[in-house]
């Protein structure tokens, strides 16, 4: 680590010099202006005025690429916060007819991207999302929902026979997939530009690997929801083989997951170290209910079986993340002064 001593200008003015690799890697030359910012634990940021900029671009390079890395280096480009993003043939060819569906197929997965120009040999696409339009606690809110109403319907498609609630729930696992990439979106470039920290709803950067983890953790409970669905259209009668009792006793195990995965979440949002213990109570009540309900099944087929133990498990996996986004929430919770905590 450099350090860099403190100098006095005047009666009131104090003074550091800059790195003069950082200067020049940024561009930044007497008489340029530059952003500060003061931060929680006593940090001061400075940025330059390139960091600000709003319209950062990228191109990628269709060549040797096949649809798929075209695909993903487009949503990697849109998580990395650029606003605008070239799809580029090689010289004197045009695009392949894979590399445009892959841009489309891209367009569709990413909440406000879309085509701003096409030619043969090109096609530029920009993202109209703006920071301020969202807070990561509100997307982390919609996320936990999201994957509550998938896990409701297809758990209510094995109770009912409804295959069309299962599909319901599948459906919904685009938007859910949506929201955890433009939440990474946003912590990627909050992280970038401290100044953005406060458009999305934080008072500095120091939460943000937190909610990184978090919007993983909520983006499997709704890969465990799908999971669910998916054993609901594929089982015979898109039911599960049990008598009725042991369906409402899974029927009441997902509606004490669903609680604690809420519960988690809100203690997060409200940096609530009391909701965080409360999470761990409730787990605790529910921790072998996965072994009982399969303990008290009578004798089944082993297709059958698989897949009551295929729900169970997924509706355990989602609990135990839940008991992981409390953990996210103590951190963030004991960080500051509270009736538990005295920091000096």
Known sequence: METRKVQRLGPSTLAMTLPAEWAQAQNVDKGDEVSIRIGGKGTLTVMPESVTS??????????????????????????????????????????????INAVYNAETQLMGLGVIEETPESIAIRCSVDPEDFTLDNLLERLESTGSTMRNEAVKALAHNNPDLAQRALNRERQANKIFVLLLRLIFTAYQNPNLARSVGLDDGFPLIGYRSMAKNLELT???????????????????????????????????????????VEAVVERDYDRAIEVRTKFAEIGDREQEILSDLPEMNNQQLLQVREVLVSLQQTAQYAVRNAEIATNLALDEQSDHITIT
């Open 222 to 264: 709704a890969d465990n929801a799908e999971d669910i669905a998916d054993i609901a259209l594929e089982a015979e009668n898109h039911a599960l083989n049990v008598e009725s009792g042991t369906m409402r006793r899974i029927r009441e195990f997902t509606d004490q997951v669903n609680e604690i995965t809420e519960l988690a």
């Open 54 to 99: 709003e319209e950062s671009e990228a191109v990628i390079s269709a060549t040797g690429l096949d649809a798929d890395a075209v695909e993903r280096a487009i949503v990697a480009q849109y998580v990395l916060g650029r606003r605008i993003i070239h799809v580029d043939a090689a010289e004197g060819e045009s695009l392949k007819s894979s590399h």
